[in-house]
């Protein structure tokens, strides 16, 4: 029984992990949740994770979030992280409902893990893009109930030489961005900051003090947005990647980013 069982598994073996769920245990992949259909959007409150930004920069791509995510007006932690790394060349933010979000995250991490075991080399950067637009897309029945999630993805693209951004929207639509892009409530105020300091061939450090600045600028207009914490030392999560691979900036040059524009604005004094 247990060889009959093991044979069927390997005869029905996929490089997509997602597809092997999809078919054998749909009840455990994020989007299929037991919600009654025409649940108002009202009745379904949880915690959604807000502002992501993502640029280029000479040698790679950068995202960053800040560390709030909201419920309603109530804040539903401080704490929350919305920038993971996918695998080793690229990574993803998540903007909109916390919970799936992470879900999907946590997923598209195996996703990529599953394909590079089963077929012996990583998936190109186009086809992880592709994937997870295949992934959101799926998510569509939860979105038009009010339990959206639009992710960033960026990754260095090992065959070009140059590292990639790609934006979505909740049917699952990929569009590829150029120079950088936002999502999140907040997004309307850190695009207008980025295209004010973005310029071509940025370094590593004038990128990151950037992101910050402009995760500063969404916090100081939208609520849903937090801002850098000096009381509780909580600074944006923020990966670069570049041909060496995804890595986390170090907290101690967030906080001297943030410390930065801070002092500036208050030598500067100004209202808005």
């Given amino acids: 029984m247990q060889e009959s069982t093991a044979n ?3 005869a029905n073996a996929t490089s997509s992990f997602t597809e092997h769920l999809q078919r054998d245990r749909p009840d455990l992949l994020p989007y299929n949740r037991n919600i009654q259909h025409g649940t108002p959007a009202a009745a379904l409150q ?3 994770a807000t502002t992501i930004v993502a640029m280029s920069y000479g040698g790679g791509v950068l995202m960053a979030g800040d560390r709030r995510a909201t419920m309603g007006n109530i804040i539903a932690s401080r704490h929350i992280e919305k920038v993971f790394p996918a695998d080793h060349y690229s990574v993803l933010g998540i903007a909109g409902t916390a ?3 992470i879900d999907l995250t946590r997923l598209f991490q195996v996703e990529l893990e599953h394909y590079e075991k ?3 080399t990583q998936l190109s950067l186009e086809g992880k893009a592709n994937r997870l637009g295949a992934m959101i897309r799926g998510n569509l029945p939860m979105a038009l109930q009010g339990l959206a999630v639009v992710p960033l993805f960026a990754g260095f693209d090992t065959g070009a030489g140059v590292g990639r951004l790609f934006s979505y929207d909740v049917t699952g639509g990929r569009y590829e961005e150029h120079e950088h892009h936002t999502v999140g409530s907040g997004s309307v105020f850190a695009r207008g900051a980025l295209k004010k300091l973005w310029r071509p061939n940025l370094s590593e450090e004038e990128a990151v003090a950037i992101a910050v600045e402009s995760l500063f ?3 100081d207009d939208d609520s849903a947005t937090g801002g850098p ?3 509780r030392q909580l600074w944006p999560v923020v990966y670069t990647v570049d041909a060496t691979g995804a890595r986390r900036v170090p907290e101690d040059r967030l906080a001297a980013a ?3 524009v801070i002092e500036v604005r208050t030598i500067a004094g100004r209202e808005a």
């Fill in 217 to 219: 600028d969404a916090a």
């Fill in 99 to 101: 919970g799936i979000a």
């Fill in 46 to 48: 949880a915690p959604h």
């Fill in 8 to 10: 069927q598994v390997a």
């Fill in 229 to 231: 914490d000096t009381v």
């Fill in 118 to 120: 089963i077929e012996g």
């Fill in 258 to 260: 943030a410390r930065h």
